[in-house]
């Protein structure tokens, strides 16, 4: 924590989370005021299965946006509905870029 000059040290928490509430001893806002009193920005990653969102998203997105940070939520989207993310589901890209021959369906590549 006293690694040099206090206007070049950067402090980042990243907590990864269902964002479900099970055993805290401090309420969001009390967390809040530390990671401001502290000058720690916080980035959380939803853990929610794909297509899925949990009820506690809403605290992941508060706490991260609150201090500075980011919310994240990289399984949200179904895997192929999002190019940008990289994913790619079967004939998103046209025809001439798939494995179309036969045994495409059973995931046997042929050309």
């Not at 309420?27 to 009193?37: C, H």
């Not at 990653?45 to 946006?65: C, H, I, R």
């Not at 004939?91 to 042929?110: L, P, R």
């Amino acid at each position: 924590m006293k690694s040099g000059p206090p206007e070049e040290v950067r402090r980042i928490l990243v907590v990864v989370s269902d964002g479900l509430d099970v055993q805290s001893q401090h309420t969001l806002d009390q967390v809040v005021s530390m990671g401001r009193m502290s000058e720690t920005m916080i980035y959380t990653v939803g853990t929610a299965a794909y297509g899925f969102s949990n009820p506690g998203d809403k605290l992941l997105e508060d706490l991260s946006t609150e201090t500075g940070g980011f919310p994240s939520f990289p399984l949200r989207d179904a895997p192929g509905s999002d190019e940008g993310a990289g994913y790619l589901s079967h004939k998103q890209i046209g025809d001439t870029s798939q494995n179309t021959g036969e045994g495409a369906e059973t995931g046997a590549y042929s050309s």
